[in-house]
């Protein structure tokens, strides 16, 4: 039988929920099931998984990053009055007719464009919180015994385009390190110097955005395998592969890198990382259920 309070499946002889210790009542099984049995599916595989991303952690993963996006949309509508802040600067320093009208209409054609190309960014963020709630509200859903996987397709098609972009970042990072690298010095001494203090500092930066990205590449490969595992779940009702252990982990160190903006004004990272823990909370959440019902189901085959 089936706990009415928690859903964990019971020997039909059991008094008492091994889940939760709520008492079982004797004719639990012959009576009609009550609004928190409709909960569960009789899969316990699907149970977990619709526990789990129907829980308090994930919602308010889901409603911090949508607050992200809100915020950095309402960011990226800002970047126009930058020309206005520009102009009235310069006039305070008396610096106003330095530049003439040309240097204003091309600087405010550049803005125009990062507010657009900013704008065309954030598709990948909607995507993902449509992915999110749509996933959100299937496993919510009491009615359905399955649960969509079209968000999962969603969330880890993203990932799998990301992490190619990067790829292909960081090839073009080596090519400009090994570009730089190789052009010829000058005879002249002190312009040597110069141009090998200029290399430098530009292979620096190239290494570092190189190591970013690759960075960036081993988290995304991370939460591909991740959605990977939890697809195949709801699809097959069956456990293949695991959950990343190293995912949760790193959730939590990204999480808190953003927390740290909020001290800087910059509400927007600081919700990306409430996101970021509630996040690594249900990952942890859900690989604590698999455990348990892999445990139960080993005790019940004995």
């Given at each position: ?193 110069t141009m090998q203090l200029g290399m430098g500092v530009i ?100």
């Open positions: 039988m089936y706990c009415s309070k928690c859903g964990t499946q019971n020997p039909d002889s059991a008094k008492y929920c091994k889940g939760c210790g709520s008492a079982l009542a004797a004719n639990n099984a012959e009576a009609a099931p009550s609004e928190n049995q409709k909960n569960f599916s009789l899969n316990p595989i699907l149970n977990v998984i619709k526990k789990v991303f129907s829980s308090t952690p994930f919602l308010v993963a889901m409603i911090a990053f949508s607050v992200h996006a809100g915020l950095k949309t309402i960011n990226i509508l800002q970047i126009p009055l930058i020309s206005e802040s520009l102009r009235f600067y310069l006039d305070e320093f008396s610096l106003g007719s330095t530049f003439d009208d040309s240097f204003y209409l091309g600087f405010d054609a550049f803005l125009s464009g990062l507010t657009g190309a900013s704008l065309i960014s954030l598709i990948p963020t909607a995507l993902l919180i449509f992915a999110g709630w749509s996933f959100y509200s299937s496993a919510k859903n009491n009615g359905d015994d399955s649960i969509k996987t079209s968000p999962i397709t969603i969330a880890k098609v993203l990932s799998v385009i990301h992490i190619v972009l990067s790829s292909i970042l960081v090839l073009f990072s080596v090519a400009i390190m090994v570009l730089v690298s190789t052009v010829p010095f000058p005879e002249d001494s002190a312009d040597e110097m292979i620096g930066v190239f290494l570092f955005l190189a190591a970013v990205l690759l960075f960036n590449v081993f988290f995304l490969s991370k939460t591909v395998k991740s959605l990977s595992f939890i697809k195949h779940a709801c699809e097959n009702l069956s456990f293949s592969g695991a959950l990343s252990k190293s995912l949760p982990i790193l959730l939590y160190i990204f999480g808190a890198l953003n927390g740290l903006a909020i001290f800087s004004g910059n509400l927007a990272s600081g919700a990306l990382g409430v996101s970021y823990i509630c996040i690594a909370i249900t990952l942890q959440d859900l690989q604590k259920e698999i455990d348990n019902l892999i445990k139960q189901t080993t005790l019940n085959q004995l």
